[in-house]
């Protein structure tokens, strides 16, 4: 359960880190923080995303789906 939770908080994580870096791409000036650094989260995110699935269906913390057929 608490996998789950993590999941959660990082996909949270990465739907933020989007809307910010359409907020800086929609100012239009470059004097405050590059929108790369907020795409740059959004992608260390996602990995870090897919490594804990993985590791979590690896270690039996995760159960994936039966097969449909």
Do not use: D, H, W
């Not at 795409?39 to 994936?64: C, E, H, K, Q, W």
């Amino acid at each position: 359960m608490v996998i789950k939770i993590i999941l959660v908080c990082l996909l949270i994580y990465m739907i933020i880190n989007l809307f910010m870096a359409m907020r800086v791409m929609m100012k239009g000036n470059n004097n405050g923080e590059p929108m790369s650094k907020f795409i740059g989260r959004r992608v260390m995110t996602s990995v870090i995303i897919v490594v804990l699935i993985l590791i979590g269906i690896a270690t039996g913390l995760i159960t994936p789906n039966p097969r449909p057929y």
